[in-house]
């Protein structure tokens, strides 16, 4: 399955990679950021890792000719402490994390992650997490508690209660197929955008928790990174660009890091040309002081 690392010339410039020193990327999604940074390390090392176990045998099956020098790991970025502990490791000269969904993700009925697919209503970003799952929350959550993941999450508030009031009426709801409809019902379709897409967004973030882990990495940052170590993000929505926008900058007043992007940094018109999933990324890069 072909996928397109977003940003990849962009990542490896702001990131710097030497040879000898120790890296992550939190997000391996394929493992096509992961085996370009492996490949420029001799004696350093790169923790290759991910929430989903499935992405992370994919990105270990594509990066296998660079094993030697990569550690695959699986969990969250709210454990990311705990997990360089665990393997003995005080600090990080680079982190990269790619906040996009992974094609397979995308495109896997299964997964549950997309209406262009019917299957389980699942979202999961780890299937070997026990927690809640779309079709939980559809099916169990009230009203209010609806409206207010349509319309802050999803960012969808002229329709947040019609859509809503449309989905606790298609109860009980168990395939994306049902769910797009359920929208479809409540919110007429204009343009190009299906208007169940900023729902599907919603209950995915809700679902993983999303926000709330890249808070929790942001935070973990003067605690995971050597000095001069650098990070660089690379997101797909406000929600997630405006906590990373504002947890750099909080870092920078603090005399923490100093940001390396100055204005945030988007994909080249060619890359986008080949790769439209990447029109609507965002890149930020700073360095720790």
């Not at 990542?11 to 990679?17: A, F, M, P």
């Not at 994919?58 to 360089?84: E, M, W």
């Amino acid at each position: 399955m072909e996928h397109y690392p977003v940003m990849l010339a962009e990542s490896l410039e702001c990131l710097n990679v030497r040879p000898d020193r120790m890296y992550l990327d939190a997000t391996a999604g394929m493992g096509n950021h992961s085996r370009a940074i492996a490949a420029r390390l001799s004696t350093g090392k790169l923790i290759m890792h991910d929430r989903d176990g499935e992405s992370l045998e994919r990105a270990k099956a594509f990066t296998a000719g660079y094993a030697p020098v990569i550690i695959p790991v699986r969990g969250r970025f709210s454990t990311l402490r705990q997990t360089l502990d665990a393997l003995g490791i005080a600090k990080l000269d680079g982190l990269l994390a790619d906040l996009g969904v992974s094609r397979p993700q995308l495109t896997e009925a299964e997964r549950g992650f997309s209406f262009q697919h019917d299957g389980p209503a699942d979202m999961r970003m780890s299937r070997e997490e026990n927690i809640e799952t779309a079709a939980d929350l559809l099916n169990f959550s009230s009203e209010q508690d609806l409206i207010r993941i349509v319309s802050d999450l999803g960012e969808e508030r002229r329709f947040a209660k019609k859509i809503a009031r449309a989905l606790i009426r298609a109860r009980p709801i168990h395939s994306t197929g049902q769910l797009a409809r359920a929208v479809e019902s409540a919110v007429p379709r204009t343009g190009r955008m299906h208007p169940a897409t900023q729902v599907f967004m919603a209950l995915r973030l809700a679902v993983n928790s999303e926000l709330e882990e890249v808070k929790a990495l942001v935070g973990l940052l003067p605690e995971l990174m050597a000095p001069e170590g650098r990070v660089v993000v690379i997101s797909f929505h406000s929600l997630e660009d405006r906590l990373i926008k504002q947890g750099f900058a909080a870092l920078a007043r603090a005399n923490r890091a100093r940001i390396l992007t100055r204005h945030v940094v988007r994909p080249a018109d060619e890359e986008v040309r080949a790769n439209a999933a990447s029109r609507s990324a965002k890149l930020r890069a700073l360095e720790m002081l």
